[in-house]
Each structure stands twice: as structure tokens, then as C-alpha cells.
């Protein structure tokens, strides 16, 4: 029987992938509390099925779970890890539609779309497999002649996991599977808003043959999110806290982790720059745009945030774009096979779009397409068209606007108008964040000024989308510390140690 208390165009061809619980050392549970939280669908705020919600006892219990399956699981030969993430990535792509379709029902991803996302997820695992076996050490040549120094490495212990609302397959197939192919445990609180595709993935796990205990999934309420966190960052059993989220809670989750000396891996907020040249390829730009953008809604933590375009072509860029959008982007159901842009994941999302794009019409910025939906126009409360602006050259200061300062997390673009590639770097680099970065230009020279220039730890040179499972992805400043992915992944959740031989 379905948990799902709504009628949906889809039907599951395993239902069991849906559950309300959380998954502790190879038990499904509701917490000690029995509460549960409710799940809503962003398409129209109905409810989906109310979760469990679980406790810091819980979450403690669940730590120690995890420690206990670490002793045993650390000596586990990496050529059997090895098998045991393949089986895990082919049990994914088997169940790769009904795990699409979560996605869209709790996170209002268009539904292919979400197949893309599943791909993706699945590249990480399929990456960090092959990987495995080739995680070890250095001969190092020593200074007495009569010792030898060798290095190793192994896991740390409990990784705490946890991962965000806006990618809710990917970043924990990003962070869970990295730390359980190099042999840790983990610990895994999914976003509030997405704990359906944590549990699906979860089922999954279990059904790839891996001990119990070796990947718990704790959901809780935005309410409790504090609770558990603490409790991720205090216990001493916990050796590693990855987070995916806001700038602000990364700082505090970091700082509390200090206190303990844990490592920590945070991917935390990004306020991309994208930087149309006067030489750039138009129609090129264009398409990395509403790649970078409007994908996800605008909701990607990579997206292109502030966007410069040379005063010289930013007219023609301006009627390639609009055309553009208007034929590449299909609002619809989330259902819809053809659909391919759909709500933000909230209420509190829309309110934010709202007040940028308020901000930017007071200083200046004239409103081209799309706009905040009459009630009566809408697609659903939390829907917003992809909206375009534009800054007449000459107004108010674009580092004073709303957007210039945090990030829009939602499809609204303003195009505004630069005169110097000093200027443009300038910009760019006036702020605190360092995720990822943008240019379009076809001046070879440029391209590596420019791309050493910008002071970022991605940058998409002619293109606008950077993520893959062989980059590392993460970024400087207040965007974060540590890189997920790329040839050095499973690093990341390992420890040195140095051995000395005497002769």
C-alpha cells in the first residue's frame, strides 16, 4: 500500500521504495517519539505522507550504530567494497523511473528532469568505484639511510552527512558514496523538505548486500534539524561532518566542529558571476545562460547569479536571450515528459525571488518577460515564470542591489552592462562567496587572464554547466573548504599515516 496521500499521473513499480521511516542499523524505525513531520509537494503544497521525526537520542543511537559497523566494515578488502558500490549503482539504475518520480513529487522537479538527476547520482557512484583500488600510499626516501618511510591511508571513523533539499539523489550519492567506498560508516540527515529520496535510497543500499549499519538515514523537521546537527558535531564518535547548505549554518557548523578538531567537508552558497565579452558567441552565451540559470528553476548553487554583458552587444545578447528562453523553456505539469521547468521548492523561495526582483525595478532595472504570476495566472503557489531584466547603463550602482550581495536561488536574470574586462573582474571578485564563475569569449589570450583572474574554485570557460563526477567541485572564501569528486574524492575521508622502518 502506498504511503502517498494524493493522487499523482504515476504509478510505482515498486511501491515499497516509498516509506515514512528512517533506516538505523539495518532496521527501518520511527524514532523514539513516534512524531512524524509533514512532506508537501511544491507543485500545489498538498500534503505527500507525514515522515518520521527523529530526535538527537536518535541520531545518537544511530552514531553508535554506525561506529559498531565501522570497526568490522574498515577491514572490508577494497576490491569487495568495490562490488559492493557497482551493485549499489546497478540496483539505482534499475529503479532509476521510480526514483525520478520521487524526486519530482517531493522536490517539484520536472519529471525528466529528475531522470537526468538520477544519471547524475549514479555517475558519482560508478566514479568513486573505480577509484577504489587505487587509494593508497607513497614510499618516501629517507634522509637516514637506514630507515624507510612509507605512507597509508585509511578511513576515519563516522561520517556525518548532510545533505541539502535542491539535490536530493546526487549529493548523497556525492558524499555517502565517497565516504562508504574509501571504508567509513555514515550517518545521513536528508534536507526536511526531501527525506523520500534518502529512504528510497536507503531501501536500495540495503538491498545491495552491505552490512548493517554501514549507511543510516535519520530524517527529522526543520524543527529538530538544530538538534541532530548538534548532536552530529559534539559526539566524539563522528570524525568527519560533510555539509551541503547555506553559507551562514556552514560558518556555525564548522565552528562547532573546531571544538573537536573534526574534519569537515563544507559546500556552502555560491553568487556566480557570468561575463558575456564583446567578442563572445551570442547564441552560445546565450544557451550556457539558461543552461547555468534557469536549470532547476534557478535553484543550483552553482547558478549564474550576476551577469555582465559587454555595453557593446548587451542589446543584441538582450533579443537572442528573450527568444531564446521563450522556445527553450516548456512550462507545464512536473508530470509532463515535455515539461522542463517547474516551481520552486517553497513559499519561502518564492519570497525571496520576489524581493530581488522588487529591489532591482526600484534601481532601475526594467522588467522584460515573466514577473511574479497574478494569483489567478499562476501554475501552483510557488511558481515563477523565468524572469529578465535589464539595467540601463548609467543607473543606480549594481553592487547595491539585492542580488549583487546573496543569492537569488530562483529563475530571475538581470543583464547588466560592463564596459572593461578590469571592470568585469572587478565585479566579479566583490564578494565573499567563491563557488563558480562564467565567461564567454573567443579571445584565447583572455580566456586564461580572465579564468586565472576570477577568484573562484570553478569556472565554465564557453560553458554553463561545470559539474561532473571526474571535476572536483567546491569553492573558496565563504563558499566552503574541501572538493567532492575529481581524482582525489576519496582522499577527502581518509587519514595519513606515516610509517618509519628501521634497517
Same mark, same amino acid.
Given at each position: 500500500?502506498?504511503?502517498?496521500?494524493?493522487?499523482?499521473?504515476?504509478? @510505482?513499480?515498486?511501491? =515499497?521504495?516509498?516509506?515514512?521511516?528512517?533506516?538505523?542499523?539495518?532496521?527501518? %524505525? &520511527?524514532?523514539?517519539?513516534?512524531?512524524?513531520?509533514?512532506?508537501?509537494?511544491?507543485?500545489?503544497?498538498?500534503?505527500?505522507?507525514?515522515?518520521?521525526?527523529?530526535?538527537?537520542?536518535?541520531?545518537? *543511537?544511530?552514531?553508535?550504530?554506525? *561506529?559498531?559497523?565501522?570497526?568490522?566494515?574498515?577491514?572490508?578488502?577494497?576490491?569487495?567494497?568495490?562490488?559492493?558500490?557497482?551493485?549499489?549503482?546497478?540496483?539505482?539504475?534499475?529503479?532509476?523511473?521510480?526514483?525520478?518520480?520521487?524526486?519530482?513529487?517531493?522536490?517539484?522537479?520536472?519529471?525528466?528532469?529528475?531522470?537526468?538527476? !538520477?544519471?547524475?547520482?549514479?555517475?558519482?557512484?560508478?566514479?568513486?568505484?573505480?577509484?577504489?583500488?587505487?587509494?593508497?600510499?607513497?614510499?618516501?626516501?629517507?634522509?637516514?639511510?637506514?630507515?624507510?618511510?612509507?605512507?597509508?591511508? +585509511?578511513?576515519?571513523?563516522?561520517?556525518?552527512?548532510?545533505?541539502?533539499?535542491? =539535490?536530493?539523489?546526487?549529493?548523497?550519492?556525492?558524499?555517502?558514496?565517497?565516504?562508504?567506498?574509501? $571504508?567509513?560508516?555514515?550517518?545521513?540527515?536528508?534536507?526536511?523538505?526531501?527525506?523520500?529520496?534518502?529512504?528510497?535510497?536507503?531501501?536500495?543500499?540495503?538491498?545491495?548486500?552491505?552490512?548493517?549499519?554501514?549507511?543510516?538515514?535519520?530524517?527529522?523537521?526543520?524543527?529538530? #534539524?538544530?538538534?541532530?546537527?548538534?548532536?552530529?558535531?559534539?559526539?566524539?564518535?563522528?570524525?568527519?561532518?560533510?555539509?551541503?547548505?547555506?553559507?551562514?549554518?556552514?560558518?556555525?557548523? &564548522? $565552528?562547532?566542529?573546531?571544538?573537536?578538531?573534526?574534519?569537515? =567537508?563544507?559546500?556552502?552558497?555560491?553568487?556566480?558571476?557570468?561575463?558575456? @565579452?564583446?567578442?563572445?558567441?551570442?547564441?552560445?552565451?546565450?544557451? $550556457?545562460?539558461?543552461?547555468?540559470?534557469?536549470?532547476? #528553476?534557478?535553484?543550483?548553487? !552553482?547558478?549564474?547569479?550576476?551577469?555582465?554583458? *559587454?555595453?557593446?552587444?548587451?542589446?543584441?545578447?538582450?533579443?537572442?536571450?528573450?527568444?531564446?528562453?521563450?522556445?527553450?523553456?516548456?512550462?507545464?505539469? %512536473?508530470?509532463?515528459?515535455?515539461?522542463?521547468?517547474?516551481?520552486?521548492?517553497?513559499?519561502?523561495? %518564492?519570497?525571496?525571488?520576489?524581493? *530581488?526582483?522588487?529591489?532591482?525595478?526600484?534601481?532601475?532595472?526594467? /522588467?522584460?518577460?515573466?514577473?511574479?504570476?497574478?494569483?489567478?495566472?499562476?501554475?501552483?503557489?510557488? @511558481?515563477?515564470?523565468?524572469?529578465?531584466?535589464?539595467?540601463?547603463?548609467?543607473?543606480?550602482?549594481?553592487?547595491?542591489?539585492?542580488?549583487?550581495?546573496?543569492?537569488?536561488?530562483?529563475?530571475?536574470?538581470?543583464?547588466?552592462?560592463?564596459?572593461?574586462?578590469?571592470?568585469?573582474?572587478?565585479?566579479?571578485? &566583490?564578494?565573499?562567496?567563491?563557488?563558480?564563475?562564467?565567461?564567454?569569449? +573567443?579571445?584565447?589570450?583572455? %580566456?586564461?587572464?580572465?579564468?586565472?583572474?576570477?577568484? !573562484?574554485?570553478?569556472?565554465?570557460?564557453?560553458?554553463?554547466?561545470?559539474?561532473?563526477?571526474?571535476?572536483?567541485?567546491?569553492?573558496?572564501?565563504? =563558499?566552503?573548504?574541501?572538493?567532492?569528486?575529481?581524482?582525489?574524492? /576519496?582522499?577527502?575521508?581518509?587519514? !595519513?599515516?606515516?610509517?618509519?622502518?628501521?634497517?
Amino acid at each position: 500500500m502506498s504511503i502517498i496521500q494524493k493522487d499523482i499521473p504515476y504509478e @510505482f513499480k515498486d511501491a =515499497s521504495l516509498l516509506d515514512t521511516r528512517s533506516f538505523i542499523g539495518g532496521e527501518w %524505525v &520511527n524514532g523514539s517519539t513516534n512524531k512524524t513531520f509533514a512532506v508537501l509537494d511544491p507543485e500545489d503544497d498538498e500534503l505527500i505522507c507525514n515522515v518520521a521525526d527523529l530526535t538527537r537520542e536518535d541520531t545518537k *543511537h544511530a552514531i553508535e550504530v554506525a *561506529h559498531k559497523a565501522f570497526l568490522t566494515y574498515r577491514k572490508t578488502p577494497p576490491r569487495e567494497r568495490r562490488w559492493l558500490i557497482r551493485k549499489w549503482s546497478d540496483i539505482i539504475k534499475a529503479n532509476r523511473e521510480d526514483l525520478a518520480a520521487i524526486c519530482t513529487l517531493e522536490l517539484g522537479k520536472p519529471y525528466t528532469e529528475s531522470l537526468v538527476t !538520477v544519471d547524475y547520482g549514479t555517475s558519482f557512484l560508478d566514479w568513486f568505484e573505480t577509484r577504489i583500488e587505487s587509494l593508497g600510499g607513497e614510499t618516501i626516501p629517507a634522509a637516514r639511510g637506514n630507515n624507510r618511510i612509507v605512507t597509508i591511508r +585509511q578511513p576515519q571513523g563516522v561520517v556525518a552527512a548532510i545533505t541539502p533539499w535542491n =539535490s536530493p539523489i546526487a549529493m548523497i550519492t556525492r558524499k555517502i558514496g565517497a565516504a562508504i567506498a574509501a $571504508g567509513n560508516t555514515v550517518v545521513c540527515k536528508p534536507a526536511p523538505e526531501t527525506p523520500l529520496c534518502a529512504i528510497a535510497l536507503g531501501k536500495l543500499f540495503e538491498r545491495a548486500g552491505f552490512p548493517k549499519g554501514v549507511f543510516n538515514v535519520v530524517t527529522s523537521s526543520a524543527e529538530g #534539524s538544530a538538534d541532530i546537527g548538534a548532536e552530529m558535531c559534539e559526539n566524539v564518535l563522528v570524525k568527519h561532518l560533510s555539509f551541503t547548505g547555506s553559507t551562514p549554518v556552514g560558518k556555525f557548523l &564548522n $565552528g562547532e566542529c573546531a571544538k573537536s578538531m573534526k574534519r569537515t =567537508s563544507m559546500e556552502l552558497g555560491g553568487n556566480a558571476p557570468f561575463i558575456v @565579452f564583446e567578442d563572445a558567441d551570442l547564441d552560445g552565451a546565450a544557451e $550556457g545562460l539558461i543552461t547555468s540559470k534557469f536549470r532547476s #528553476s534557478g535553484q543550483t548553487c !552553482v547558478c549564474a547569479n550576476r551577469i555582465l554583458v *559587454h555595453q557593446s552587444v548587451i542589446g543584441r545578447f538582450k533579443g537572442v536571450l528573450q527568444e531564446k528562453l521563450g522556445k527553450s523553456l516548456i512550462l507545464g505539469s %512536473v508530470w509532463d515528459r515535455k515539461t522542463n521547468f517547474g516551481p520552486l521548492y517553497s513559499s519561502k523561495a %518564492v519570497e525571496k525571488v520576489k524581493r *530581488h526582483l522588487e529591489d532591482a525595478q526600484s534601481r532601475g532595472a526594467e /522588467l522584460i518577460m515573466g514577473g511574479i504570476p497574478k494569483s489567478e495566472e499562476g501554475k501552483g503557489p510557488n @511558481f515563477i515564470p523565468p524572469t529578465l531584466l535589464v539595467q540601463p547603463k548609467g543607473s543606480a550602482s549594481r553592487e547595491e542591489m539585492a542580488f549583487s550581495k546573496e543569492e537569488t536561488f530562483g529563475p530571475l536574470a538581470t543583464l547588466l552592462p560592463f564596459g572593461t574586462e578590469e571592470e568585469a573582474i572587478e565585479y566579479s571578485n &566583490n564578494t565573499e562567496a567563491g563557488l563558480a564563475a562564467y565567461f564567454y569569449t +573567443q579571445d584565447m589570450s583572455r %580566456v586564461w587572464r580572465v579564468a586565472e583572474a576570477l577568484e !573562484v574554485g570553478m569556472v565554465g570557460v564557453r560553458v554553463g554547466l561545470v559539474s561532473a563526477c571526474e571535476m572536483p567541485f567546491g569553492g573558496v572564501g565563504e =563558499s566552503g573548504a574541501g572538493r567532492e569528486g575529481g581524482g582525489s574524492c /576519496l582522499e577527502e575521508y581518509t587519514e !595519513v599515516k606515516a610509517i618509519t622502518f628501521g634497517l
